[in-house]
């Protein structure tokens, strides 16, 4: 498997970055994991015919989906040309909020199936597993199997105790790391702390972590990665465009 990173920040990027998003390559299968602001162009460089088969969407914050709403009239487009060579384009994602999701289903582009915990399903040769999590709108961690390789997506979500049991032994965890630890706000919190994404990381025996959602020119990376290293001393930061092999 391959991952490459189109944005890490969240809720709103840094200069010059782009929010969640990420494309997966798992054998044959190329998911797209998210589309935040600034990434469909960061795809288009790399997927230039939008050779996707399906969008994984972890949930419907702008942060996380509002270059689906421009991705449309690419695929429009594309298709009138015969550039694309089928639509609609399958796309995974929470039902609510019911506006959002509206919006995803009224653009006639989009075939929408609704996700729910523990679905699972298989999209050419990836096992595809979903998993609610904990933040303020229906959430969804994403893992994918492939040839023995585990790559895990926490989604946006704070710490509760099933957490590290969803990750357990996978090769690679891309989690949620957008507080530093003096700024976490307790058990209600959203989001991991950086030392709760690298004590996710240690109790859950994975071999990598990355950290995202990174709070755009807000946040201290030097002290983010500090504190995640303080738990799992491999940790690093998910560097935009890069490429990580799984």
Known sequence: MELTVLGRHGPFPAPGGACSGYLLRAGQAALLLDLGPGTLSRLLAIAPQLDLD???LSHLHSDHISDMFVLRYALRQFAERGLRPTLPMPVIAPDEPKEEYRLLTASGVFDLASSADGLQLRIRDARIRLNRVTHPVPTYAV?????????????DTGARADLAELCYGADLLLADANFLDEENPGPSAPHLSAGQAGQLA????????LCTHIRGALC?????IAQARRRFPGAELAEELAVYQI
Request: aromatic share 10%; hydrophobic share 40%.
């Open 54 to 56: 399906c969008v994984i």
């Open 143 to 155: 893992s994918v199997e492939h040839e023995g390789k585990r790559f895990v997506y926490t989604g």
């Open 202 to 209: 240690a109790d859950a025996w994975v071999k990598r972590l």
């Open 220 to 224: 201290d990376t030097d002290r983010l």
